[in-house]
């Protein structure tokens, strides 16, 4: 497994503003992944962030909005640009251990709410 | 593209009173299959991976099978501390690399 920590654990921020999510894990991996959980509903994937490459975005995410970093194999940092309220969500970093079989282990998350 | 689907929503169960959580999931190829427990406030804690029709894995309480087309988590006798969200996901084998596909979750209530 891995011990993942997220800074901040939750911000209150207003609209047009940024905010940068911070993911550290204790041990190296290759992949590290970003997952939005909004209010009462389930994970979805941002992005894959894969160090040395850029991030791979799914299908309705853009860098524009949600530039992602990866300088090396323990960090990874997510920004939220130009943020509205539809953006309130959980954010949650995961990574992939090798040799775990394609087992994901989650971050605490950072609660992020824009008034 | 790869569904999943959880059942029930919600369950409420007195304290020793077993019972089992579906999932349904329709994948082309299954890389596997994973359950996980989600507190509020925090992110989700991994329990099991399954990979193959027939596979069980148990912890504790929990024990998890999968067929072709669901899986199953069991919980037998649960206590109060295993109160919270159970969360199914599942990754193809024509998924964008890592990508899970997870359920709306089963919120499971255990009271005294």
């Known amino acids: 497994s891995a011990v993942i920590s997220q800074k901040p654990s939750r911000d209150i921020c207003q609209r047009g503003t940024s905010l940068t999510i911070q993911c550290q894990v204790d041990s190296q991996v290759t992949m590290m992944f970003w997952y939005r959980q909004q209010p009462g509903q389930s994970l979805t994937l941002i992005a894959t962030?894969?160090?040395?490459?850029?991030?791979?975005?799914e299908s309705g995410f853009v860098i524009d909005k949600f530039p992602i970093s990866r300088p090396n194999l323990t960090f990874s940092t997510l920004t939220v640009s130009n943020m509205s309220p539809e953006d309130s969500s959980i954010y949650l970093c995961?990574?992939?251990?090798?040799?775990?079989?394609?087992?994901?282990?989650f971050g605490p998350g950072t609660r992020l709410t824009v008034t | 593209e790869d569904q999943v689907t959880q059942s029930p929503e919600a369950l409420r169960l007195q304290e020793g009173e077993s019972s089992s959580l579906n999932c349904s999931y329709t994948?082309?190829?299954?890389?596997?299959l994973f359950w996980y427990r989600q507190d509020p406030g925090k992110g989700p804690e991994f329990l099991f991976t399954?990979?193959?029709a027939g596979e069980e894995k148990e912890k504790e309480r929990l024990k998890a099978t999968l067929t072709k087309k669901e899986s199953f988590l069991h919980i037998t006798a649960p206590k109060p501390e295993d109160s919270a969200t159970y969360l199914c996901?599942?990754?193809?084998?024509?998924?964008?690399?890592?990508?899970?596909?997870f359920g709306a979750g089963t919120q499971v209530v255990v009271t005294p």
């Open positions: 962030a894969n160090q040395g490459s850029e991030a791979t975005y």
């Open positions: 994948v082309s190829g299954l890389r596997g």
């Open positions: 399954l990979y193959s």
């Open positions: 995961s990574v992939e251990v090798q040799g775990a079989s394609y087992e994901q282990y």
């Open positions: 996901a599942v990754r193809g084998t024509t998924d964008s690399w890592g990508k899970l596909q």
